[in-house]
C-alpha cells in the first residue's frame, strides 16, 4: 500500500476565516490528487481534481473561489476553504493516485464553523 | 442524476454468514470499480478493485462479482465477523483509476455475534 496524511485532523473556525488543509503523499509521487468532500452519513462527492503544475479542475456546482487547490509539488497538495461558513462544515478527504495502482485516501479533515 | 447506484442501505448479517452489496453504474466509459470500507470519523481504506477486463477478483475473504454487459458489480464478504462492522461504499471511475471516483451512497453493514 502507500500512505497519504492530512494536516490538520480537526479544525474549528469562526465564520468568515480562510482554513487551509494540507494532504501529502509520504512514500510515493502523485501528479494527480483529488478532493472530496462528506456530509454526515452521506457519501463522498468529488470537488475537484489538482494536477501537480497545473490549475485544479472543478466539479460542477462547485465554488473555485471559495476552495482554493494548489498542488505545489509531487507529493503535497492543498485545499484553502475562504470565508469559511457554518454550510462548509464538513469531512474533507483527499486522494492521492499512485500511477498503475490505485487511489489512495487520507485520513479527513473534520472542519467545523461556527 | 446518481451515476452509482448501491443497495442495500443496511444490512444485518450473522456471524460467519456472507454478506452481499450491489451496486449498478450508467457510465459505460467507467473502467476502476473499486471498494471501500470506512469506520466512523476515518478515511475511507481500499478493500480490493476490479477492472473490465476480469469477472470475478477475490482477495482474503472480499470477493468482487462484475458483470460488464449489466453494468453491475458486488462485493461478498465471506465468514463476516463483528469486525467488519462499518460502512462499505462501492466506487467508479476512468481512466483506469486515475480520474475522480463517483461514489455509491454506502451499505451501513452490522456482523451480529
Known amino acids: 500500500g502507500a500512505v497519504v496524511s492530512q494536516h490538520p485532523s480537526r479544525v474549528i473556525c469562526k465564520s468568515g476565516t480562510s482554513v487551509k488543509i494540507e494532504c501529502r503523499s509520504l512514500?510515493?509521487?502523485?501528479?494527480?490528487m483529488f478532493w472530496y468532500r462528506q456530509f454526515p452519513k452521506q457519501s463522498l462527492m468529488l470537488m475537484a481534481t489538482s494536477n501537480e503544475g497545473s490549475k485544479a479542475t472543478y466539479e460542477q456546482g462547485v465554488e473555485k473561489d471559495k476552495f482554493l487547490i494548489n498542488h505545489a509539488s509531487l507529493t503535497l497538495s492543498t485545499l484553502t476553504v475562504t470565508s469559511a461558513h457554518p454550510e462548509d462544515s464538513s469531512f474533507y478527504i483527499c486522494?492521492?493516485?499512485?500511477?498503475?495502482?490505485?487511489?489512495?485516501f487520507g485520513p479527513g479533515t473534520r472542519l467545523t464553523v461556527l | 442524476q446518481q451515476q452509482v447506484k448501491q443497495s442495500p442501505q443496511s444490512l444485518i448479517v450473522q456471524k460467519g454468514g456472507i454478506s452481499i452489496i450491489n451496486c449498478a453504474y450508467e457510465?459505460?466509459?467507467?473502467?476502476?470499480f473499486p471498494w471501500y470500507q470506512q469506520f466512523p470519523g476515518k478515511g475511507p481504506a481500499l478493500l480490493i478493485a476490479?477492472?473490465?477486463?476480469?469477472s470475478e477478483k477475490k482477495e482474503g475473504r472480499f470477493t468482487i462479482s462484475f458483470n460488464k454487459s449489466a453494468k453491475q458489480f458486488s462485493l461478498h464478504i465471506m465468514d463476516s465477523q463483528p469486525g467488519d462492522s462499518a460502512t462499505y461504499f462501492c466506487a467508479a471511475g476512468g481512466g483506469g483509476g486515475a480520474d475522480g471516483l463517483t461514489f455509491g451512497k454506502g451499505t451501513h453493514l452490522i456482523i451480529q455475534p
Open positions: 457510465n459505460t466509459a467507467f473502467d476502476y
Open positions: 512514500d510515493f509521487q502523485a501528479t494527480t
Open positions: 486522494s492521492a493516485w499512485k500511477d498503475s495502482d490505485t487511489q489512495y
Open positions: 476490479i477492472r473490465p477486463d476480469v
